[in-house]
Protein backbone atom coordinates (compact mmCIF):
# COMPACT_ATOMS: atom_id res chain seq x y z
CA UNK A 1 0.00 0.00 0.00
CA UNK A 2 2.81 1.95 0.95
CA UNK A 3 4.23 1.50 -2.51
CA UNK A 4 1.26 2.43 -4.18
CA UNK A 5 0.98 5.70 -2.48
CA UNK A 6 5.00 6.36 -3.20
CA UNK A 7 4.77 5.28 -7.27
CA UNK A 8 1.06 7.59 -7.23
CA UNK A 9 3.50 10.57 -5.61
CA UNK A 10 6.00 10.15 -8.42
CA UNK A 11 3.62 10.40 -11.02
CA UNK A 12 1.74 13.51 -9.94
CA UNK A 13 5.57 15.20 -9.29
CA UNK A 14 6.97 13.57 -12.79
CA UNK A 15 4.35 14.07 -15.64
CA UNK A 16 3.68 17.28 -15.41
CA UNK A 17 7.18 18.39 -15.66
CA UNK A 18 7.15 15.76 -18.93
CA UNK A 19 4.22 17.06 -20.25
CA UNK A 20 5.92 20.84 -20.06
CA UNK A 21 8.97 19.33 -21.83
CA UNK A 22 6.86 17.85 -24.48
CA UNK A 23 4.99 20.78 -24.74
CA UNK A 24 8.23 22.96 -24.75
CA UNK A 25 9.83 20.80 -27.56
CA UNK A 26 6.45 20.88 -29.96
CA UNK A 27 6.32 24.40 -29.89
CA UNK A 28 10.19 24.94 -30.71
CA UNK A 29 9.75 22.45 -33.77
CA UNK A 30 6.67 24.57 -34.35
CA UNK A 31 8.43 27.48 -34.72
CA UNK A 32 11.50 26.51 -36.36
CA UNK A 33 9.32 24.67 -38.87
CA UNK A 34 7.44 27.44 -39.89
CA UNK A 35 9.19 29.39 -42.83
CA UNK A 36 9.72 33.13 -43.29
CA UNK A 37 7.18 35.08 -45.72
CA UNK A 38 9.54 36.82 -48.49
CA UNK A 39 8.28 39.49 -50.67
CA UNK A 40 9.78 40.72 -54.02
CA UNK A 41 10.87 43.81 -53.98
CA UNK A 42 10.14 44.83 -58.00
CA UNK A 43 6.73 42.41 -58.75
CA UNK A 44 6.49 41.88 -62.47
CA UNK A 45 4.68 39.53 -64.74
CA UNK A 46 1.47 40.43 -65.67
CA UNK A 47 0.68 44.29 -65.78
CA UNK A 48 -1.80 47.03 -66.38
CA UNK A 49 -0.05 50.60 -67.26
CA UNK A 50 -2.12 54.30 -68.34
CA UNK A 51 -0.04 57.06 -69.93
CA UNK A 52 -0.97 60.06 -71.48
CA UNK A 53 -0.17 63.38 -72.51
CA UNK A 54 0.69 65.86 -75.47
CA UNK A 55 0.87 64.77 -79.03
CA UNK A 56 1.45 67.02 -81.58
CA UNK A 57 1.22 66.07 -85.59
CA UNK A 58 3.64 68.13 -87.61
CA UNK A 59 1.71 67.21 -91.02
CA UNK A 60 -1.57 66.06 -90.79
CA UNK A 61 -2.78 63.48 -93.47
CA UNK A 62 -4.27 65.55 -96.12
CA UNK A 63 -4.62 65.70 -100.20
CA UNK A 64 -1.88 67.30 -102.32
CA UNK A 65 -1.50 70.92 -102.52
CA UNK A 66 -3.56 71.50 -99.70
CA UNK A 67 -2.69 72.86 -96.03
CA UNK A 68 -0.95 69.97 -93.70
CA UNK A 69 -0.70 72.70 -90.47
CA UNK A 70 1.12 71.87 -87.30
CA UNK A 71 -1.61 70.25 -84.80
CA UNK A 72 -1.33 69.72 -81.35
CA UNK A 73 -3.53 67.59 -79.47
CA UNK A 74 -3.94 65.16 -76.70
CA UNK A 75 -3.51 61.26 -76.02
CA UNK A 76 -4.61 58.47 -73.97
CA UNK A 77 -3.03 54.83 -73.86
CA UNK A 78 -4.01 51.89 -72.02
CA UNK A 79 -1.89 49.10 -71.94
CA UNK A 80 -2.13 45.49 -70.97
CA UNK A 81 0.98 42.93 -71.29
CA UNK A 82 3.52 40.45 -69.81
CA UNK A 83 7.23 40.92 -68.51
CA UNK A 84 9.99 38.38 -69.99
CA UNK A 85 12.37 38.75 -67.07
CA UNK A 86 13.87 42.08 -66.04
CA UNK A 87 14.75 43.15 -69.29
CA UNK A 88 11.76 42.95 -71.48
CA UNK A 89 8.22 43.57 -71.99
CA UNK A 90 5.27 42.76 -74.05
CA UNK A 91 2.25 44.41 -74.37
CA UNK A 92 -1.44 45.10 -76.33
CA UNK A 93 -2.72 48.83 -76.05
CA UNK A 94 -5.18 50.88 -77.69
CA UNK A 95 -4.88 54.60 -77.97
CA UNK A 96 -7.12 57.36 -78.28
CA UNK A 97 -6.24 61.24 -79.49
CA UNK A 98 -7.91 64.64 -80.73
CA UNK A 99 -5.82 66.89 -82.06
CA UNK A 100 -7.13 70.66 -82.98
CA UNK A 101 -6.47 72.45 -86.20
CA UNK A 102 -7.96 75.33 -88.41
CA UNK A 103 -10.69 75.99 -90.64
CA UNK A 104 -8.24 76.00 -93.27
CA UNK A 105 -7.22 71.96 -93.07
CA UNK A 106 -9.32 69.86 -94.75
CA UNK A 107 -8.19 66.56 -94.64
CA UNK A 108 -8.95 64.33 -97.83
CA UNK A 109 -12.03 65.84 -97.61
CA UNK A 110 -11.94 68.01 -101.03
CA UNK A 111 -13.22 70.82 -98.96
CA UNK A 112 -16.53 68.93 -97.61
CA UNK A 113 -15.17 69.03 -93.99
CA UNK A 114 -12.60 71.06 -91.93
CA UNK A 115 -11.06 70.94 -88.50
CA UNK A 116 -10.32 68.87 -85.62
CA UNK A 117 -10.02 64.89 -86.19
CA UNK A 118 -9.00 61.94 -83.93
CA UNK A 119 -7.32 58.78 -83.72
CA UNK A 120 -8.42 55.37 -82.00
CA UNK A 121 -5.22 53.07 -82.24
CA UNK A 122 -5.02 48.96 -81.10
CA UNK A 123 -1.65 47.91 -81.33
CA UNK A 124 1.17 46.04 -79.99
CA UNK A 125 4.34 47.15 -78.26
CA UNK A 126 7.97 45.82 -76.95
CA UNK A 127 9.78 47.13 -74.30
CA UNK A 128 13.30 46.91 -72.94
CA UNK A 129 15.26 48.49 -70.42
CA UNK A 130 18.62 49.27 -71.69
CA UNK A 131 20.23 50.45 -67.91
CA UNK A 132 19.38 50.32 -64.65
CA UNK A 133 20.50 51.88 -61.68
CA UNK A 134 20.47 50.73 -57.93
CA UNK A 135 19.01 52.16 -54.86
CA UNK A 136 20.85 52.68 -51.40
CA UNK A 137 19.59 49.27 -50.16
CA UNK A 138 21.30 47.51 -53.81
CA UNK A 139 17.80 47.02 -56.03
CA UNK A 140 17.88 48.57 -59.34
CA UNK A 141 14.64 50.61 -59.32
CA UNK A 142 15.71 53.22 -61.90
CA UNK A 143 15.80 51.79 -65.82
CA UNK A 144 16.24 53.96 -68.99
CA UNK A 145 14.25 51.83 -71.96
CA UNK A 146 13.32 52.15 -74.91
CA UNK A 147 9.87 51.22 -76.42
CA UNK A 148 8.53 51.13 -79.83
CA UNK A 149 5.34 49.31 -81.16
CA UNK A 150 3.02 49.74 -84.13
CA UNK A 151 -1.15 50.19 -84.65
CA UNK A 152 -4.18 50.48 -86.66
CA UNK A 153 -5.25 53.78 -86.76
CA UNK A 154 -8.87 54.76 -87.29
CA UNK A 155 -9.78 58.06 -87.87
CA UNK A 156 -12.97 60.88 -86.95
CA UNK A 157 -14.70 62.42 -88.62
CA UNK A 158 -14.68 60.12 -91.42
CA UNK A 159 -16.14 62.94 -94.01
CA UNK A 160 -12.18 64.76 -93.05
CA UNK A 161 -9.94 61.21 -93.28
CA UNK A 162 -11.80 58.87 -94.59
CA UNK A 163 -8.88 56.76 -95.38
CA UNK A 164 -7.28 54.14 -92.64
CA UNK A 165 -3.59 54.00 -91.33
CA UNK A 166 -0.73 52.00 -90.14
CA UNK A 167 1.15 53.85 -86.87
CA UNK A 168 4.63 53.11 -86.03
CA UNK A 169 6.87 54.72 -83.06
CA UNK A 170 9.69 54.29 -80.59
CA UNK A 171 11.43 56.27 -78.58
CA UNK A 172 12.75 56.11 -74.61
CA UNK A 173 11.89 56.76 -72.06
CA UNK A 174 12.71 56.51 -67.56
CA UNK A 175 11.02 53.99 -65.44
CA UNK A 176 11.19 53.98 -61.60
CA UNK A 177 10.11 50.93 -59.35
CA UNK A 178 8.19 52.52 -56.19
CA UNK A 179 8.61 50.56 -52.73
CA UNK A 180 4.72 50.02 -53.38
CA UNK A 181 6.60 46.65 -55.41
CA UNK A 182 3.04 46.56 -57.37
CA UNK A 183 3.67 49.86 -58.63
CA UNK A 184 5.71 52.16 -60.97
CA UNK A 185 6.01 55.74 -62.69
CA UNK A 186 7.70 57.09 -65.92
CA UNK A 187 7.84 59.34 -68.35
CA UNK A 188 8.63 58.67 -72.10
CA UNK A 189 8.95 60.66 -75.01
CA UNK A 190 8.09 58.90 -78.75
CA UNK A 191 8.52 59.64 -82.46
CA UNK A 192 5.12 58.32 -84.78
CA UNK A 193 5.07 57.87 -88.00
CA UNK A 194 1.97 57.49 -90.02
CA UNK A 195 3.00 54.83 -93.01
CA UNK A 196 -0.10 56.04 -95.70
CA UNK A 197 0.28 59.56 -95.36
CA UNK A 198 3.87 60.25 -93.86
CA UNK A 199 2.71 62.36 -91.38
CA UNK A 200 5.32 62.49 -88.43
CA UNK A 201 4.48 62.90 -85.14
CA UNK A 202 5.65 63.35 -81.19
CA UNK A 203 4.67 62.96 -77.54
CA UNK A 204 5.80 63.14 -74.65
CA UNK A 205 3.73 61.05 -72.32
CA UNK A 206 3.74 60.00 -68.45
CA UNK A 207 2.90 56.79 -67.47
CA UNK A 208 1.74 54.21 -64.30
CA UNK A 209 1.93 50.29 -64.57
CA UNK A 210 0.75 48.00 -61.91
CA UNK A 211 2.12 44.88 -61.92
CA UNK A 212 -0.02 41.93 -60.71
Known sequence: MKALASLALLSVLVLPAFARAQDSSTSKNSTGDKEAETYNEIERGLYLSVQGGPFFVVNPPADENTPRPFSAGQAAQVEVGFDIGERLSLGLFVQASTNSAGSEYVGKSGG????????????????????????????????????????????????????????????????????????????????????????????????LRYAF
Open 112 to 207: AASGAFSMLVPGATLRAHLVGFADSQDVKRTFIYARAGAGFVKFSPKLLLPDSDILVFAGPGVEYYTRLRHFSVGVEITGSYLVSSGSIGFAVSPN
